[in-house]
């Protein structure tokens, strides 16, 4: 059984710079997992390496409230390790999270946020460490047309259902989602797909050829 980052909230992996999203996909193409490949989405910022996280989920709803409702709350009981995952379920093109937000969410300890709706403040974002993915970024502010709403229910984002505590992982290449019921046979996989491939890798630097490296790995 292969050792896995220490555990955050739900018993899920935290530890930045361990799973990459390539090996992730694969170790569940391998198992006959459903795909849970995040597309659609741009990376607006990214902390050094890939990131690991439990989902925090909320969903964006169209609200005229002032303020943002449930804004507050949602980010209050995110917990140190989690990754921050909000289903937008909106029609208007505006932002519920910016530099005031992602300040709050990289100071509770949380590794970032997938959202399938915009965020704001971008430069501001990346001065901080997390990673975060979207639909893009936009200045104009969500209160009284946005509110937070769900949390800690199941939500989906690009078509991907997300429950909380699914484990999240996000790197320079994309997002994955794995269910909470097959973390640990799927980090297993993953982990035994990167031990190979950097076999492969050291192979081809030393002048292997492609097909013998395969082999020397034991790669598909």
Same mark, same amino acid.
């Given at each position: ?74 980010? %209050? ?5 989690? !990754?921050?995952?909000?289903? /937008? #379920?909106?029609? $208007? &093109?505006?932002?519920?999270?910016? @530099? ?20 704001? %403040? ?5 001065? !901080?460490?997390?990673?975060? /993915? #979207?639909?893009? $970024? &936009?200045?104009?502010?969500?209160? @009284? ?20 505590? %699914? ?15 097959? &973390? ?37």
């Amino acid at each position: 059984m292969a050792e896995h980052p220490p555990t955050g909230t739900g018993g899920s992996p935290t530890r930045q710079g361990f799973f990459e999203t390539p090996a992730v996909s694969d170790a569940m193409d391998g198992l006959g997992l459903p795909s849970a490949v995040v597309v659609g989405l741009s990376p607006v910022a990214g902390a050094p390496g890939p990131v690991a996280g439990p989902a925090r989920t909320a969903t964006v709803v169209n609200c005229e409230d002032p303020g943002i409702p449930g804004l507050a709350e949602y980010l %209050d009981e995110a917990a140190e390790g989690d !990754l921050l995952v909000l289903g /937008w #379920a909106a029609t $208007s &093109v505006a932002s519920v999270w910016g @530099g005031l937000a992602a300040t709050c969410t990289a100071a509770r300890g949380c590794v970032g946020l997938v959202t399938d709706g915009w965020v704001r %403040d971008a430069d501001e974002v990346r001065s !901080l460490p997390l990673t975060v /993915w #979207a639909s893009g $970024s &936009v200045p104009r502010s969500g209160k @009284g047309r946005l509110a937070v709403t769900g949390v800690g229910e199941s939500t989906e984002v690009s078509g991907v259902l997300v429950h909380d505590r %699914d484990v999240v992982v996000a790197d320079s290449t994309g997002v994955c989602v794995v269910p909470a019921a097959h &973390v640990t046979e799927v980090l297993d996989a993953a982990e035994e797909l990167q031990r190979r491939d950097e076999l492969f890798r050291q192979a081809l630097a030393t002048g292997a050829g492609f097909g013998d490296a395969r082999a020397r790995a034991g790669t598909m």
